[in-house]
């Protein structure tokens, strides 16, 4: 409804300023009445005068379902905590085929436009840690290739037998 997150706020005979600005349901301005006068308008619709900025002058009045109002701004709040961000892994090795980096590449790119995070990381086994500069090519390969999508988050490093970096949504 476009109104603030305040859950609280002053109702029908709650409002105590002698004037209200009055807003109908569909957001429409009806204008500067007395208290009393827009609390009957609200009345004869069925509905409850919500005060939404009682900060102004003369203070804003909704006509609402306050009810629905509540109703709507509680589902809303559940809805946004129920998404975190999530961690997604991608590993590649040093000795990977063209088709098997772009398949790799492709899961990373809906990764990112899912809105998760990607850990993007280059396995050393054996002696290939003699070729670290080959592993940072293949992360700089995928940052360039996502660079559309995804901002760094942090860098290629070395960690253990492993080199990762973390890619961000370009949007969060």
Known sequence: MGIGVNTDLPRNEQIKAPKVRVVD???????????????ELAREKGLDLVLVAPN????????MDYGKYK?????????????????????FRLKIDEHDYQTKVKHIRRFLEDGHKVRVVVMFIGREMMFAEKGKEILERVIKDTEDLA?????PKMEGRDMWMVLKPKNS
């Open 56 to 63: 102004e002058n003369p203070p804003v009045a909704r006509i």
């Open 151 to 155: 901002t760094v988050e942090s860098p």
């Open 71 to 91: 109703y709507q701004l509680t589902k809303k709040q559940k809805e946004n905590k129920k998404k975190p961000v999530q961690m997604k892994q991608m590993k």
């Open 25 to 39: 349901e569909n957001g429409k301005m009806i204008g500067v009445m007395p208290t009393r006068k827009a609390l």
